[in-house]
């Protein structure tokens, strides 16, 4: 696709959904957003990004049945993007200039049980920072310092009994986990200390078609939340296979093609909240069992504290893996921050709001620091500016992101 | 975004409610705490619902709006709330439960953000933080319960043309911890419905806060005030609320008041 047509396409999203007569069941935004990096990992590292997105969602209710579908067209001034212009369910490695992120329908069988279907984002787990029954699910880390979910094809049904709730899901094709181009400043590898030079060719392995099942539960009783669940089917975090038997020898250096490969993975897990006083106090457990030699199994558990002070809000999460993964756990993405503890502060001013968040990791020393503060020019209007911090050991996932250190400006329209 | 627990001008609402309910025709010089008693049990509501408008105009003149609907059943100790926002785009699908618990315990409450797709059960906040970016703060939100006051009769008032009953209400210790020293409650004589309060800080000669109850209308046999204004003098802000599609004791599915509904997308 070229430039000339994709900038055709976001224009014509554009006018359809300022379309008067269409507006009513639309929302939606365009933002135009900014990156400036002191440093760079290599020359192919750009020093400035620009990053341009218009989204439109619409929704309508029939009777009892809601219908939503969205769209998303992006422009992005790197070579993150792929040559295709749609990836449907998001399969291949390089995120595409249009997404579609919703088309579902949900249908009532009873008046306490929903069936869902279609395309949608799924949000689980009770810790805010990192959850073990959310972690698993994919995301797109194009954007390296972003925590986008990718939306499943999936099957859902919900349902409540007095104060049990029911969810089961079967997503029947893996969308996989889109990481940031290898070896670049986002994924710089630098842990697997391949000499300087090095081209990593990314083969489009594609991923298994089956993708998993899961059924959770959730109880409320008092000041308690409880929950458990359990999944089995294809993790969709890749695995890499580094081809070293398949490298060659160019001018600029080694070129490693890297293969991805999906592991299946059974797991089961505990989630509970209460409440005390001011405090909420959040934790979930979960047992991760796969026969992949290079996955192993994991206990992860997480802890987290939230308070509200004021009109700001104080997030503490501890989190950590009991079990010592078999590789360096920045190759398992979803475990890769563990140990980890994570602290947020945010909070709403007349002006707009602002949110500080440390992330460290404990074991490697690394860790990120972000800052954002957002400025309501009028209620459609936002400016955005922020920075993004990563620090320390270059072995760690944050530290060896020292070439992304940078800030950030953003505008955004929304109606 | 930081989403505020959206409690309730529903629950501001109610409170307007109830004291409309106070009968005309008790004598001058009444007791006030008898009158709020009669007036919570002559007025109870099965149901309330409403579609909101919320201006908030500050200082600068800088204009921010909010619109949301609400949906109550029950009343006062055992009432349920659901409030679902639709203004601005940045808070649209914004969902607040609030489930009331046995007497003396907080309800629970629970808020589902769009964007995380799951709701978040919710400790109660500050009593003094502001609700949402206005002017109104949390214990404002609060139904005013007359056993947490001492209330007494303090006269007679003319506000906005019409004689009112002037009740004092004074925060007691045992009904926790209050942002105010004091309140003046104007209440209209003939249809006996609450026209403004004067909300007295800590420490207050005059009153920090107005609040103004206005255009008053009788909806399905309910007295009811369409537009509601809260000014802060400290800040020089003012926050307007505007009523509109109001019904009362329309039956409500029973399934509304729920986790399952507070997680439907598009719902409400």
Redesign the interface.
Same mark, same amino acid.
């Given at each position: 696709m070229t430039r000339l047509h994709l900038q055709v396409c976001l224009f014509l999203l554009f006018l359809i959904t300022s379309t008067q007569a269409l507006a009513e069941n639309f929302? @939606?935004?365009v933002e135009a957003k900014g990156f400036a990096y002191p440093e760079r990992a290599s020359y192919r590292d750009p020093w400035v990004l620009g990053w341009g997105t218009l989204f439109n969602k619409w929704?309508q #209710?029939v009777g009892e049945v /809601?219908l939503?579908a969205s769209l998303r067209g992006e422009w992005i001034s790197s070579n993150e993007q792929g040559s295709l212009l749609l990836d449907l369910a998001d399969r291949h490695i390089r995120r595409p200039p249009f997404s579609v992120q919703d088309l579902w329908v949900?249908l009532p069988i009873a008046?306490?049980l929903?069936l869902q279907l279609g395309r949608f /984002?799924? @949000?689980? @787990?009770k810790t805010?920072g990192y959850s073990p029954a959310d972690a698993f699910l994919p995301r797109d880390f194009t954007d390296p310092f972003s925590d986008e979910k990718l939306p499943l094809w999936a099957l859902r049904l919900?349902? /409540?009994n007095s104060s049990l709730?029911y969810e089961a899901v079967a997503c029947p094709v893996t969308t996989p986990w889109r990481i940031p181009v290898l070896g670049s400043r986002n994924a710089p590898l630098k842990a697997e200390g391949f000499p300087a030079g090095t081209v990593f060719k990314e083969v489009d392995s594609p991923p298994p078609e089956v993708g998993f099942a899961a059924l959770r539960l959730?109880y409320?009783l &008092?000041?308690w939340?409880l929950g458990a669940w359990g999944r089995a089917g294809v993790r969709p975090a890749p695995l890499l296979n580094f081809r070293f038997d398949q490298a060659t020898l160019a001018p600029s250096g080694i070129t490693i093609p890297v293969e991805r490969r999906y592991a299946r993975e059974e797991a089961v897990g505990i989630e509970l909240?209460r409440?005390f006083?001011? =405090?909420?106090i959040r934790s979930e457990a979960a047992a991760l069992l796969s026969r992949e030699r290079d996955l192993g199994d994991a206990l992860i558990g997480s802890l987290s504290v939230?308070?509200?002070?004021?009109?700001?809000?104080l997030l503490i999460t501890l989190a950590g893996n009991a079990n010592e993964p078999p590789v360096d756990p920045t190759l398992l993405f979803d475990r890769a921050l563990l140990p980890a503890l994570i602290s947020a502060w %945010?909070?709403?001013e007349?002006w707009g709001?602002w #949110?500080l968040v440390w992330t460290t990791g404990l074991k490697r020393g690394d860790g990120l620091l972000k800052a954002e503060a &957002?400025y %309501?020019l009028t209620?459609?209007w936002?400016v955005t500016l922020g920075g993004e911090l990563p620090y320390g050991s270059t072995a760690g996932p944050f530290g060896a992101l020292y070439a992304d250190r940078r800030v950030h400006v953003a505008i955004r329209r929304? =109606? | 975004m930081h989403i505020r627990k959206p409690s309730g001008i529903a629950l501001r609402v109610a409170t307007a409610v109830l004291l409309s309910a106070l009968t005309a025709g008790l004598a001058w010089g009444a007791d006030a705490r008898a009158l709020l008693k009669e007036s919570e049990n002559r007025h109870r509501t099965k149901t309330q619902q409403y579609a909101g408008n919320l201006t908030v105009v500050n200082k600068e003149g800088k204009v921010r709006k909010k619109g949301w609907k609400s949906f109550r059943q029950g009343y006062a100790g055992d009432a349920r709330n659901l409030i679902r926002f639709a203004d601005p785009p940045e808070v649209k699908g914004v969902g607040f439960l609030s489930l009331s618990r046995s007497a003396g315990q907080n309800p629970d409450q629970w808020l589902y953000l769009p964007s995380m797709k799951r709701e978040r059960r919710i400790a109660t906040q500050d009593r003094d933080a502001s609700f949402v970016g206005t002017d109104f703060n949390y214990e404002d939100m609060e139904e005013f319960d007359h056993v947490k006051y001492k209330v007494a009769m303090q006269g007679e008032q003319t506000v906005e043309g019409y004689a009112c009953y002037v009740i004092a209400a004074t925060p007691l210790e045992s009904g926790g911890k209050s942002v105010y020293e004091k309140k003046i409650l104007y209440l209209r004589k003939d249809i006996l419905y609450l026209l403004r309060e004067d909300l007295y800080l800590k420490g207050d000669k005059q009153p920090s806060k107005l609040f103004v109850l206005s255009d008053l209308q009788n909806i399905d046999g309910h007295w009811v005030a369409r537009k509601m204004e809260m000014s802060d003098s400290r800040k020089g802000s003012k926050t307007t609320v505007v009523l509109g599609e109001i019904a009362f004791d329309k039956p409500q599915p029973a399934s509304r008041f729920t986790l399952q509904n507070l997680n439907r997308e598009g719902g409400d």
């Open positions: 929302s @939606g935004y929704e #209710k /809601q939503t949900r008046p306490d929903d /984002q799924l @949000g689980w @787990g805010d919900t349902g /409540q709730r959730l409320t &008092g000041d939340d909240s409440i006083g001011s =405090w909420i939230e308070r509200g002070f004021g009109d700001g809000t %945010n909070r709403t007349e709001e #949110k &957002g %309501n209620d459609l936002k929304s =109606w | -």
